[in-house]
């Protein structure tokens, strides 16, 4: 049975060397490309019921403006490398999607790429990398 691989993808450079790293060390695997809409990234959570209806939709176009696109790449590297892909999104906390993903879809491995962040960003950021290789419950491979 091929191995079900989770690919996190965040449009950097290194989530797409992260998907190639993947298609080379699981030839005959399943890949599952995950995109998360970052909710970290908002001012607000929106509400339709009780906010200003534009501010709510720049709010969602803030979120969601960008996912078609960035879903786009993997496709593109998976056509080009003649390798079925399963794209998903999900929204929240990358590192905490991530993991539940993980868990909820019977997924094997996660590879993963690493955006590199260090000093005072990483700090008050953290690494979602990190978190990821420290609460999954299946191995994960990050690529730099």
Request: aromatic content about 4%; hydrophobic content about 40%.
């Amino acid at each position: 049975m091929p191995a079900r691989v989770l690919v996190p993808f965040d449009d950097s450079e290194s989530a797409r060397d992260a998907l190639e790293y993947a298609i080379d060390l699981f030839p005959d695997g399943e890949f599952v490309v995950l995109t998360v809409a970052d909710t970290s990234t908002l001012p607000f959570i929106p509400n339709s019921a009780t906010d200003d209806d534009e501010a709510v939709q720049e709010a969602l176009d803030d979120l969601f403006g960008d996912i078609d696109q960035r879903l786009s790449i993997p496709e593109t590297v998976a056509e080009e490398r003649d390798v079925p892909i399963e794209t998903r999104t999900r929204i929240g906390s990358p590192a905490q999607e991530i993991i539940e993903f993980a868990d909820a879809e019977s997924i094997d491995h996660v590879v993963m790429g690493s955006r590199g962040r260090s000093g005072v960003k990483r700090i008050l950021l953290g690494s979602v990398a990190e978190v990821v290789v420290r609460h999954s419950s299946v191995p994960v491979t990050v690529v730099h």
